[in-house]
């Protein structure tokens, strides 16, 4: 396998395609308005982004294998990588497609920044409920930035009625069972992974399929499957769009009754994950008919793990380049320890996912989607969130990814203080039942 770091020396800038640099030095210049590479000549900038290198031995430079996977075109990347190819399908559940085009199309750059951004719009303007699509571009990064592009088969994105399948050559370099749970990333490709997460779109977290399962929980669609095909070295994903059928208590139906959704959604018969084996999947075959799924893949993955205790670091993430990718686990593990000790020994510190309905989930898509917000933007958004209803740290924290700490200090101490929100138990701060809620006699003044 080609390391992503190769420096491939008879490349140089004309090998490059010059819009795609163009575009992605905005994106980098919106996320990051002064920071200093912004003015930096395109070869230093590519340079210290990861996509040129330098051999120091010989003087010589050239484009790196990553940076020939982003910003060159399909061609060129072929004389490298002769299996590479990209490829997006849509179907109505017939033989023919709807949609459909690949990297070797012609009529544009076949990289895969550009895969990526097209695709998104695709999703976008696909998909009317912003979580989803956030889940859909979520697992879409995640294939492109652990695929082996050296590998047969290509990078393949499928859109079922039913179901949205993801595969891509290369197996998984964690245990399949802990996709969803892992904390820890493995990367096959950390140049790439840099040069996507310099623009707030991944990060070594390793959390990123993780939360794409607690939001397919939340919208009570079946567990995503990821099938392992050892014989043909790919990873497919498939997101189903079905949902779980269980049983509801009268109870539950009159808190969904109160759930409904400006556009009329009554989630009254939210339907919620049984620990049954699931019967009824299966999974078409898919690229040519080379590989097939089974349904027993499902059954491995029918036990929900309800820990969503990893969040994001907070908004400054991306601010110290020399510590960008020291992600350092126990950095959240002390918030996360600290956070427990107040609440007491006995309190739990999962968010129960039955509380959080998903119209509070799209209030917060914005802070979940953006990294870096400014105070204003955040204070709003955790006002419309209490709007709905009194909200505890912890929920805060899953619904905005920050850290509890970071959510209390930033922004709910100093709503506080200037009377927008107020506590559930006042005479008690350290309640274990603690809330904010909205202060209605702040708008009557």
């Not at 695709?122 to 979520?138: D, M, Y």
């Not at 509890?404 to 506080?416: A, C, E, F, I």
């Amino acid at each position: 396998m080609l390391q992503d770091n190769l420096i491939l020396e008879h490349y140089g800038l004309n090998e490059l395609n010059f819009d795609t640099i163009k575009s992605y030095r905005e994106r980098f210049a919106e996320v990051k308005p002064a920071h200093p590479w912004n003015a930096l000549e395109t070869k230093e900038f590519l340079y210290k982004v990861g996509a040129w290198g330098k051999v120091r031995d010989t003087h010589k430079e050239g484009v790196t294998l990553a940076g020939l996977l982003l910003f060159s075109e399909e061609r060129i990347i072929t004389e490298v990588l002769p299996q590479y190819f990209l490829e997006y399908r849509e179907s109505k559940g017939n033989e023919e497609w709807t949609e459909r085009f690949t990297s070797q199309d012609g009529t544009w750059s076949g990289n895969i920044f550009d895969f990526y951004f097209h695709i998104h719009e695709i999703v976008r303007n696909s998909e009317p409920q912003p979580s989803i699509a956030s889940s859909l571009t979520e697992v879409l990064i995640n294939m492109l930035i652990h695929a082996d592009y050296n590998g047969e088969g290509g990078v393949i994105l499928e859109k079922q009625p039913s179901h949205y399948v993801f595969s891509n050559p290369g197996l998984l370099l964690v245990p399949t069972d802990s996709v969803f749970s892992n904390t820890v990333s493995q990367l096959r490709n950390p140049n790439i992974v840099k040069l996507f997460s310099l623009l707030g779109l991944c990060e070594r977290s390793g959390s990123g399929l993780k939360k794409v399962k607690q939001n397919w929980s939340l919208h009570h669609y079946k567990t995503p499957a990821i099938d392992q095909d050892v014989s043909m070295h790919r990873t497919v994903v498939m997101l189903s769009l079905s949902t779980q059928e269980r049983q509801v208590s009268s109870s539950e139906k009159d808190t969904y009754n109160t759930s409904i959704d400006d556009s009329g959604n009554n989630f009254k018969d939210v339907e919620k994950y049984q620990n049954t084996p699931e019967n009824d999947v299966e999974i078409d075959s898919y690229n040519k008919n080379e590989y097939s799924y089974n349904k027993e893949l499902i059954e491995e993955l029918k036990s929900y793990n309800n820990d969503v205790n990893s969040f994001n670091k907070e908004d400054n993430y991306y601010n110290n380049e020399s510590n960008l990718y020291n992600n350092d686990v126990n950095s959240y593990n002390n918030n996360h320890n600290s956070y427990n000790n107040e609440q007491g020994e006995n309190s739990s510190n999962l968010v129960n996912v039955e509380n959080i309905d998903t119209k509070l989930w799209d209030i917060a898509a914005l802070a979940r989607e953006k990294k870096r917000l400014s105070p204003n933007q955040m204070e709003h958004i955790i006002l419309e969130l209490c709007k709905e209803k009194p909200l505890m740290l912890k929920e805060f924290a899953y619904l905005l990814e920050r850290t509890p700490d970071g959510v209390r200090n930033n922004y709910l101490t100093k709503l506080l203080r200037k009377g927008q929100l107020q506590l559930k138990y006042p005479n008690q701060p350290n309640h274990p039942k603690q809330a904010y809620l909205f202060n209605k006699k702040d708008i009557e003044k």
